[in-house]
Nanobody, 120 residues
Framework: VQLVESGGGLVQAGGSLRLSCTAS????????MGWYRQAPGKQRELVAT???????NYADSVEGRFTISRDNAKNTVYLQMHSLTPDDTAVYYC???????????????WGQGTQVTVSS
């Protein structure tokens, strides 16, 4: 299973970006999907998660500014980010809880990360 992110880049404060992450490989089903981020010198932190039924959860720091969504037919999760600030600068990683076979348990898989830089 591979997770490939895209959509990162450099944006000015107040701007917007949309991240995408697509899972591929031997996939029977995907449970929760989500986004984490890691800023320089800091621990990786949760940004947002979404269940396969569409229930969402957000970190307090992004609530109201970021929106997570997914397209189950495409095995893809999105993160729409608005009103970005320099504090949002980080490497953003997607995560997916993937079941490869109905007889097996699911496992978490991570993407390689995409850099988001917000200039002041």
């Amino acid at each position: 299973v591979q997770l490939v992110e895209s959509g990162g880049g450099l944006v000015q404060a107040g701007g917007s970006l949309r991240l995408s992450c697509t899972a591929s490989g031997s996939i029977f089903s995907i449970n929760d999907m989500g986004w984490y981020r890691q800023a320089p010198g800091k621990q990786r932190e949760l940004v947002a998660t979404i269940t396969n039924g569409g229930r969402t959860n957000y970190a307090d720091s992004v609530e109201g500014r970021f929106t997570i969504s997914r397209d189950n037919a495409k095995n893809t999760v999105y993160l729409q980010m608005h009103s970005l600030t320099p504090d949002d600068t980080a490497v953003y990683y997607c995560i997916a809880d993937v079941q490869m076979d109905p007889r097996l348990r699911s496992y978490n898989y991570w993407g390689q990360g995409t850099q988001v830089t917000v200039s002041s």
